[in-house]
T-cell receptor
Framework: EPEVTQTPSHQVTQMGQEVILRCVPI?????FYWYRQILGQKVEFLVS????????KSEIFDDQFSVERPDGSNFTLKIRSTKLEDSAMYFC???????????????FGPGTRLTVL | QQQVKQSPQSLIVQKGGISIINCAYE??????FPWYQQFPGKGPALLIA?????SEKKEGRFTISFNKSAKQFSLHIMDSQPGDSATYFC?????????????FGSGTRLQVQP
């Protein structure tokens, strides 16, 4: 069964450093998302991406964040200058964008745990 | 207005019992309400979803009940099993340019005791 994959599974970085989180969405999917989950809290939407541009971003997704689809398979989230409060689990999701009852069902990857020291 | 409120925060149920998790929303633009199941170390996985044109949807032991006027929906897990022990998130989305970004509830940690 196709699945979303994410690397690395755990990233430890120093405050102020740049990190890039990588995702490989399901191959025929057209819509891509990043969510984050601070430990013990709910999953929060960061950004959606379609046709090589951002569709929507939340208040969390400020200027230190950027997303990119550098090739036909990868989807990346870059945090330019990490802060302590960026420590969280980051989930990538993808969808094929079909309508109908599934209403754009999103398939989530296993996540990357980011720890900022 | 974008929030989805979920309760309880945690739930302990005996094997064979019924687990009930409730969610409420404010934004009437929401028109799709999925439930996600998350096991430790894994990403959320879609369990079951409903649209507001029906009041109930059942898939196996899992049922969503939807009350449009009250802006509430709930997940019922019948004959709960230890393998159902996980964190459950309700969510909602609306038709917009955000490609249906999901707004999640705060999650319910379910423990089914053998």
């Amino acid at each position: 069964e196709p699945e979303v994959t994410q690397t690395p599974s755990h990233q430890v970085t120093q405050m102020g450093q740049e990190v890039i989180l990588r995702c490989v969405p399901i191959s025929n999917h057209l819509y891509f998302y990043w969510y984050r989950q601070i430990l013990g809290q709910k999953v929060e939407f960061l950004v959606s991406f379609y046709n090589n541009e951002i569709s929507e971003k939340s208040e969390i997704f400020d200027d230190q964040f950027s997303v990119e689809r550098p090739d036909g398979s990868n989807f990346t989230l870059k945090i330019r200058s990490t802060k302590l409060e960026d420590s969280a689990m980051y989930f990538c999701a993808s969808s094929d964008g079909t309508s109908g009852l599934s209403y754009n069902e999103q398939f989530f990857g296993p996540g990357t745990r980011l720890t900022v020291l | 207005q974008q929030q989805v409120k979920q309760s309880p925060q945690s739930l302990i149920v005996q094997k064979g019992g019924i687990s009930i998790i409730n969610c409420a929303y404010e934004n009437t633009a929401f028109d799709y309400f999925p439930w996600y199941q998350q096991f430790p170390g894994k990403g959320p996985a879609l369990l079951i979803a409903i649209r507001p044109d029906v009041s109930e949807k059942k898939e196996g032991r899992f049922t969503i009940s939807f009350n449009k006027s009250a802006k509430q929906f709930s997940l019922h897990i019948m004959d709960s099993q230890p393998g159902d022990s996980a964190t459950y998130f309700c969510a909602a989305s609306k038709p917009d340019t955000g490609r249906r970004a999901l707004t999640f509830g705060s999650g319910t940690r379910l423990q089914v005791q053998p």
